[in-house]
């Protein structure tokens, strides 16, 4: 489902609805399926977080308590509590949710906002967000390793509990759900009076936490935005619409500055339902102010909670919560210094708890209760059933196509190179979706093997430049392929580069992820697509007379080595699999928190794989056909220095033994690239020999 199909689907059902009722009842069906967007939510224990105040900063105009919650076992969160001096009675009550901050809650704007709030009678509870401020959860880097705050972890920490079917959301909506469990304890405040505050990445979670919680009375969200903000096991962008449209008939701000343009999602897909559910609940439409402008910034780009917005935010707060007589005016701001409202002597919670929580360890640990553990089969029998088990699982996770649902290949020669020893052709063909293919067809003068070899690599066609050369001069016919999203056209690289570097927003980068969780969400990941382009080139090959009826071995470099395994498994005309650098376990890249982002990012976008597979299980589906699974990469992209006798490799083989085949499957490391070209070449000729 493409995002036009999302969109009409979409439209049809708020079209569809008719009275408040029947929109009540829809929002409830949404309300249970947040758990499919995000993850399953820890255990609520107890009902009130664990919380010390580890000072107070005493002023004319209020006290900043520091705070430092629990929003899950020992999972610390840094807090400031604003309470107004000369209170007579129960206050309103706001949460904050700050931006991409690297200071966190103490960044110069959410801490005079803080201020400018508790000047008007509010009690203000502002927390650092996990990754920023005092929260860093890359603590004890390795040398060239370290993860700076703010964005750079936050993509660091969303990946690999997205392999276990949770999301960087799931830790940023928990801890801001616990946050309001502590800020509604507090006797100085009004419970049925509290709202929420947030900018850029804050402003598009004040939205979702209103959303998922219902005691946020009024919302107010400045500039919303955020990469991995938007992830979520479903998709990218339409799974934001669910979750926002649960927030009216409750009031909400969407605010931008005076030059600023608002965010494709917001003014295109989400206001324009707002809007309508508004409408169909029967509410005062002033309840929603959508992509407004601040004005009074001089015209000027502005994507800040500066003192026009926070104005603006004011006397929102205000209307809704029955404190319009504090005004809309800001007074004067006399802030403290960033040391001074710190909450840690060391300047983060896992300096000063070494026995703290970090997502790490709870991944860690989630990984530890959800993934899947599998007994390496004892008997011939009992290898088929697990195969034919596993084989069912494996073509509904990524979305297979048979050979039988697929349409006619179609495609032809662009172009003719003749060579000395033979000639290449440039070919243009359709993938079983129409998505167009490009390859190269090398066709020796004398052909020394009858079975054509299909090469795949994750960063192109030309890339194994050496291997398709010494095959080619061996006498292989080599078909290389792009596949899509790989080539020169699209996001690749084959240096390593550590999880460190180069991990901030970079907009090609979040487009290409954003293709691939899209892909998944709408059940065919693109691992499942890059796969079928195989299988596609197979049917294209397989139809021209010379290599009719006689199959092909296929060898996947990088992330393509799972696509020649997933084709080995499902077609019987591959007559062989080779995976080279490919990555021997996704259980790794949750096991490691230093991964290589740029080459192991493409393996995380499968929600949940970890409960039914790892990359073990899909070399066990090619048995008994020959498999060589050559210098396979650990979580930091280098190869592993030893073969891998870990017990999903063990059970690999022992599949292989059952079924009459123990020299088929073979781990192996090779030394140079010209050394893996010729181990690749003799283990091929060895098949077909």
Known sequence: MNIKDHELAWQKQV??????????????????????????FPERKPAIPPAKVMGRIK????????????????????????????RSKRCPAVLITCGHSANGKNYKHYHACSLGLVQKGYVVLIY???????????????????????????????R???????????????????????????????????????????????QLIAAVDERIRVCASCSPGGSCESIYLTGVYWPRVRLVSLIPPRPLLILYGAAERPG???????????????????????????????????DRYTHDIERPHREHVYAWLNRWLGNEAAGRGEGRIQPESEERLCCTTRGQVLLDFPSSESTHTLTMAYLRRVAVHRRAPRS???????????????????????ASSRRPPEGGVKEEVFLDNGRIEKIVLTGDDGVTLRALLHLPRRPAHPVPVIIASEFGKAYPAELTRQMFQAGFTVLALDARHVGPDFFSTGQRQPLGQNMGYHEYIYKYDAELIDAAGAGRPMIGRQTGDVLRALDW????????????????????????????????????????????????????PYYAYLQTHAYFWLPGVLRKLDIPDLAGLVAPKPCLFLDPITADASIAKKLLPA???????????????????????????????????????????
């Open 15 to 40: 079209n569809d609805l008719s009275g408040a009722a029947k929109v009540r009842a829809w929002q409830r069906t949404l309300r249970a399926g947040i758990p499919a967007l995000v993850g399953e």
């Open 380 to 402: 011939g029998r009992a290898a088929k059933a697990a195969l034919a088990d596993m084989r069912a699982v494996v073509r509904n996770t990524f979305g297979i196509v048979t």
């Open 541 to 592: 090959l397989s139809a021209r007379a010379e290599f009719s009826g006689i199959g092909a071995a296929v060898i996947g470099e990088g992330i393509g080595g799972l696509w020649a395994l997933l084709a080995a498994a499902f077609d019987k005309r591959i007559t062989a699999a080779v995976a080279w650098k490919t990555l021997a376990s996704l259980r790794s890249l949750v096991e490691e």
């Open 160 to 206: 690999p509990p997205f392999l276990l079917g949770r999301t960087l959301l799931n830790f940023r909506l928990w801890d801001g759900i616990r946050a309001l469990d502590y800020l509604v304890s507090r006797p100085e405040i009004d419970p049925d009076r509290v709202g929420i505050v947030g900018n850029s990445g804050g402003g598009e979670m004040a």
């Open 59 to 86: 002023r004319p105009d209020c006290v900043i308590e520091k705070i430092i919650f629990e929003s899950q076992p020992r999972f610390y969160v840094t807090a400031s509590l604003y309470l107004p001096q000369n």
């Open 128 to 158: 650092d967000p996990v990754g920023q401020g005092e929260r860093s959860q890359f603590i004890q880097g390795r040398e060239n390793w370290a993860v700076n705050a703010t964005v750079s972890q936050h993509n660091a920490i969303a």
């Open 647 to 689: 017990e999903e490799w063990k059970r690999v083989a022992a599949v292989y033994r059952l079924l009459g085949a123990p020299g088929r499957f073979t781990l192996a490391h090779s030394g140079k690239r010209r050394r893996a070209a010729g181990l690749i070449s003799e283990f091929l000729q060895g098949c077909h020999s």
């Open 264 to 298: 494709v999602a917001t003014k295109d897909f989400i206001a324009p339902y707002l809007r309508c559910l508004y409408k169909k609940l029967g509410v005062d439409p002033s309840v929603y102010a959508g992509a407004i402008r601040a004005e009074g910034v001089e």
